[in-house]
């Protein structure tokens, strides 16, 4: 089905499948289901909500940032050559 229906277009879908197999569309999913689809959604219901994990501490800045980024950027610059 596609998935931007009306009701009016559920209806029809539901009138052209019990035409079309002979019985309802709900008998049909409920050969499928082990229990009837109504206690499916009831259960479904009642089991409890997936637990978020809680997020990860971002690390609080680095007070002596700029002298380790001097420190850093000294020990990559490039050498000087000596003239010989």
Do not use: F, W
Not at 5 to 31: F, H, K, S, V, W
């Amino acid at each position: 089905m596609p998935a931007d229906l009306t009701p009016y277009d559920t209806d029809l879908y539901a009138a052209l499948i019990a035409e079309r197999y002979g019985r309802p569309l709900a008998d049909i999913l409920q050969e499928a289901a082990p229990r009837p689809v109504q206690e499916l959604l009831k259960e479904q219901r009642r089991r409890p909500a997936k637990t978020r994990r809680p997020p990860t501490p971002i690390p609080s800045p680095d007070p002596n940032a700029a002298e380790h980024c001097a420190i850093a950027y000294a020990a990559t610059a490039p050498r000087r050559r000596r003239n010989t």
